[in-house]
């Protein structure tokens, strides 16, 4: 197998309490190929943002990565020196954050923040660059692109700067975009035009996506593959069709289960009892085991690593001896 | 006895163990205000009463046996023989009353105001903010200066001395008031759109229940910032209206009356009564403010 | 069937051309020197409708399509510009009067946010105990002390936690809390403003199911307003589809998932993701919603309609009667939109 995108091994991102050091990521590893989607889900404090952020060299003191390695196309990032990865953010890692407000300068126009992002990665003249922020707008689906370039981020609707938000993550030509909750702060019918935009685009432009959402309709449309998180580990991974519809670990399936979609017709939704522990007191073994319905003692102990099943992996001591028959039914 | 362990346990009172600045101002305080409380019980002597007075002892040195009585006094005494350690505790307690009484009544008044301004805004809400905006405009000692000079000229001259301290009180309180209303009003402002008011809004509470069972408790934190930075300019207000001769009445003593005093003797030689009050309203003081800085960037959730 | 037929009895909620007007101006000064003249927001124009004892009417819309601003006149947190509400017969006025004080028993809120609508300085058990003190539901402290203990295991927490502050509490907690509250007096009436958008998903399933327990169990009858189709399915009998203020359809709830009959409804039903994966080809929605202090002339919805036509530009529509509901279209009542495509 050739070498993937990115890949991300054994992650620990902790923060420092006075209680001692919280886990808020613990031993995350996963792989990105090339032209892939990858959804990242889960509920707020699963990590999920957490991971991107530290992809990016963006973890917010006093967060820090605590062990693990992160590799883009082979080559270690997370140990990099912050001006090295000032100049891998934005030319081969594009993001796109909840809010398009914390993207966009307010006191520059949309062709200042563009240009000067296309000209400090790509030797291009102030004429070529304006060229390629033109089109990279009109490609995003701004009307009148060359006109309204020369506008501030507040003449743009929350929708328009979204798509901004995206052209500019692109703008350098990316091999992978982060997308955090790209369309959380979005109503529904303009959720769907960014969704779509985003999707497109990346494809377009070649760039791997690493989609991080709560919603799992989102992820449905967009992601090739998803990782589903739980208390700041990946509980289950693999293709987003064969998850959604035959979720194999107790919390992906009981989190599929409590979503009501437009389709069902059964009056009670599927509940999961409790909610996430607290990173404080994480149970020991699974720390999905005190909400989980088929727990047995060994999950109270021991905690189980991605287990591989069929043709995605399961965090979960239910698929031990599949593992060990080697192949699964 | 729950209250304190959890006061224990909490992250303010970690982080004032963690802050040795924090603590130094808090003994510095906790003995200067002790010492006031139990004055009587410290002193020497009575420096107010005549009886316990000996004109012998006038002008002793700090420290050093007096030349006709034989008397020691630690900080020396003044031209009537007074004990100036016995005077700077009495002096203590008038200064900290003045300006606890003078920072409770500025609170209270400035916090009711500001709630109303903020609950009811609109004309309400104009009229008092403009009120405090124009008082702003003239420096605080202005402000304490001409109500002091108001409150003198309206009571009959016998009674002077009596009222003197609580004119005093109602001077700095009341040019002091406007940082609690406007703190009040900001955070009343914010309180006031939650859900929690709508929720008490919906069963018909009246604004004035509302206001103070559930809209004050939630203001109390930036107001006990600002009531402790407020004592220590409260006291500095005082003892700089007792320094002009203005304030507290010499039958009365404050630190700054002291100081008053003390600086008619400072180039015949006689230095310590001067110095040793001026040293003590400064410990205070800074110890004071130093405390209330703290406590602003602890209860500040930005700077955690 | 019987849901839409007429049933004898008074509806508990009746609402009638309630409109609600903000005045959005600069300060004078500011109008003066940059000559512009008061402006003025439409949160909600012309809405009528009524809610049956018992029923669950949800309220459905985007940003600006006055969701909110409806339920609050309905609790009486903001007073109509227009229109009347009558609560079983009974004008809602908001005053301090008796009546109203009678009335106030009968309804209560859920508020969006479990953070913002609990006050952080009071204990669990006030909290509760709250609506029930000052309505003067329960006088005596035992009882009333009994009667929060019973809220709370009701909601699924335990009689321990009322000495607890909120902030001990996990979100979906905090909103079962609220709903304790609102239980207190022992109202009819709930009006449910988004109780579960700030919560996540698993969560939402344990809240939404509890609301539907205690429906079953205590005969209440909820408005609930929410942005998302997919809850709005799960907890309502009818739903009513808002668009910059006004009422688009109103329709039996799962014919209008079946048969959305306004072009708007259609739009955003085509808009929410979709997890079964059906294949299905989404119509490319256009545009965005446009700013309510400037609305579009005519049906407010034309500039985005791939059916308008002058008429619609023109002139606003009134209700046409649909197979199980109405529908504020003119395409729809001239019979020349197609029917809806039904994908699922």
């Known amino acids: 197998m050739s070498t993937p995108l990115l890949s991300v091994r054994d992650l620990v991102i902790k923060f420092p309490t006075r209680h001692g050091p919280l886990t808020a990521v613990d031993g995350v590893s996963f792989d990105l190929a090339a032209g892939e989607v990858l959804g990242v889900v889960g509920e707020s404090g699963a990590g999920k943002s957490l991971t991107g952020s530290a992809i990016i060299g963006l973890l917010d003191p006093p967060g820090h990565i605590a062990s693990g390695e992160i590799y883009l196309k082979g080559e270690r990032i997370d140990n990099l020196r912050p001006e090295e990865m000032r100049a891998i953010r934005g030319r081969r890692i594009g993001m796109v954050f909840q809010d398009p407000l914390t993207s966009l300068n307010p006191l520059y126009t949309i062709a200042d923040q563009l240009i000067e992002t296309i000209r400090t990665h790509l030797r291009l003249s102030e004429r070529e660059a304006r060229k390629r922020a033109i089109q990279l707008l009109d490609d995003v689906g701004i009307p009148a692109a060359s006109r309204r370039i020369d506008d501030y981020p507040h003449q743009f609707s929350g929708g328009m700067r979204q798509r ?5 993550a692109l703008a350098a030509g990316p091999e992978l975009v982060i997308a955090d909750e790209p369309t959380t702060a979005l109503d529904v019918s303009v959720q769907a035009q960014i969704i779509d935009v985003l999707k ?3 494809t377009q432009h070649g760039a791997s996506v690493i989609l991080i959402t709560h919603d799992m309709g989102v992820i449905a449309e967009t992601a090739d593959r998803v990782a589903v998180m739980y208390s700041g580990r990946i ?8 998850i959604i519809q035959n979720a194999k670990h107790p919390y992906t399936s009981g989190l599929m289960g409590s979503i009501p979609t437009l389709a069902q017709e059964e009056d009670r939704l599927v509940q999961i009892p409790g909610s996430m522990p607290r990173l404080s007191d994480i149970p020991p073994g699974c720390p999905f085991n005190p909400r989980c319905d088929k727990v047995f003692d060994k999950c109270r102990v021991h905690r189980p690593s991605l287990i591989p099943v069929e043709n995605r992996e399961v965090a979960c001591w239910l698929y031990e001896d599949t593992e060990a028959r080697g192949a699964a039914t | 006895m729950e209250a304190v362990s959890n006061f224990l346990a909490s992250d303010l009172f970690y982080r004032f163990r963690k802050s040795p600045v924090a603590v130094l101002a808090f003994i510095v305080t906790a003995v200067l205000v002790l010492s006031a409380l139990f004055a009587p019980l410290i002193a020497p002597q009575n420096p107010f009463d005549p009886g316990s007075l000996n004109l012998m002892n006038g002008f002793s040195q700090p420290g050093e046996p007096n030349q006709f009585t034989g008397e020691t006094f630690m900080l020396g005494t003044d031209d009537q023989g007074r004990d100036v350690f016995s005077t700077i505790l009495y002096g203590l307690r008038i200064s900290l009353f003045v300006g606890f009484s003078a920072v409770m009544f ?15 805004g609109g004309r309400t809400d104009t009229i008092i903010m403009r009120i405090a905006d124009i008082q702003l405009t003239f420096p605080a000692i202005l402000v304490a200066l001409l109500i002091f000079g108001i409150a003198k000229g309206i009571t009959p001259p016998s009674y002077r001395d009596e009222v003197a301290i609580w004119v005093l009180i109602l001077a700095i309180g009341l040019s002091d008031w406007v940082q609690f209303a406007r703190v009040v009003r900001g955070a009343t402002l914010v309180e006031r759109n939650k859900e929690y008011v709508q929720a008490a809004k919906l069963i018909g509470r009246k604004p004035m229940a509302i206001m103070l069972k559930h809209i004050l408790p939630n203001t109390l934190g930036p107001v006990l910032v600002i009531a402790t930075i407020s004592l220590a300019l409260a006291i500095i207000a005082e003892a700089t209206l007792s320094f002009l001769g ?15 005093i003390g600086q008619g003797f400072l180039f015949s030689g ?14 205070l003081a800074l110890s004071v403010n130093l405390l209330g800085d703290w406590l602003r960037d602890a209860l500040n959730p930005k700077l955690k | 069937m019987t849901e839409i037929s007429a049933q004898p009895e008074t509806p508990l909620i009746q609402v009638d051309n309630l409109s609600c007007v903000f005045d959005v101006s600069k300060p004078w000064l500011n109008r003066v020197v940059e000559r512009e003249p008061k402006q003025f927001l439409r949160a909600v124009d012309d809405v009528s409708f009524e809610i049956r004892k018992g029923e669950t009417l949800a309220l459905v819309g985007e940003s600006g399509s006055g969701k909110s601003t409806i339920a609050k006149m309905l609790v009486g947190l903001l007073e109509p510009s227009a229109g009347t509400i009558l609560f079983d017969g009974q004008p809602m006025i908001i005053d301090s009067s008796e009546r109203m004080m009678e009335l106030r028993k009968r309804f209560q809120m859920i508020f969006q946010s479990p953070y913002a609508s609990l006050n952080p300085r009071w204990k669990v058990a006030d909290v ?12 005596d402290s035992a009882k009333i002390q009994a009667r929060v203990d019973e809220l709370l295991e009701l909601v699924g927490l335990s009689a321990a936690d009322g000495s607890k502050f909120p902030h001990e509490f996990s979100g979906g907690q905090r909103q079962r809390i609220a709903i304790a509250r609102a239980l207190s007096s022992n109202p009819e009436f709930i009006v449910c403003d988004e109780p579960t958008s700030a919560l996540d998903v698993s969560v939402q399933a344990q809240i939404l199911n509890l609301m539907r327990d205690l429906q079953d169990q205590l005969g209440l009858t909820y408005l609930f307003i929410s942005h998302d189709l997919s809850v709005v399915r799960h907890m309502a009998n009818r ?4 668009y910059l203020g006004a009422l688009v359809e109103i329709a039996d709830s799962k014919e209008l998932f079946k048969a959305p009959q306004h072009p708007y409804t259609r739009m955003l039903l085509d808009a929410v993701p979709d997890l079964e994966m059906t294949g299905r080809q989404r119509k490319e929605v256009e545009g965005e919603i446009p700013n309510p202090i400037n609305p579009p002339s005519g049906c407010t919805f034309h500039p985005r309609c791939p059916f308008a036509n002058e008429r619609c530009e023109r002139e606003v529509p009134g209700w046409t009667q649909t197979r199980f509901g109405v529908a504020a279209c003119h395409g729809v009542g001239e019979g020349r939109i197609p029917a809806a495509e039904i994908t699922r």
């Open chain 1, 164 to 168: 901004v938000v995206i052209a500019l």
């Open chain 2, 270 to 283: 006689e230095y310590w009564i001067l110095l040793y009050p001026a040293v003590t309203l400064l410990a």
């Open chain 3, 128 to 139: 509760i105990a709250e609506p029930m003190v000052v309505l003067g539901v329960e006088k």
């Open chain 2, 246 to 260: 203005v304030g507290a009445p010499p039958t009365q003593p404050s630190l700054g009356t002291l100081i008053r």
């Open chain 1, 200 to 202: 497109e685009q990346c």
């Open chain 3, 239 to 242: 739903i009513g589809v808002l």
């Open chain 2, 106 to 120: 500025a609170m209270v008044l400035g916090s009711v105001l500001g709630l109303i301004a903020g609950y009811t």
């Open chain 1, 235 to 242: 509980a289950e991974i693999g293709p987003v069709r064969e």
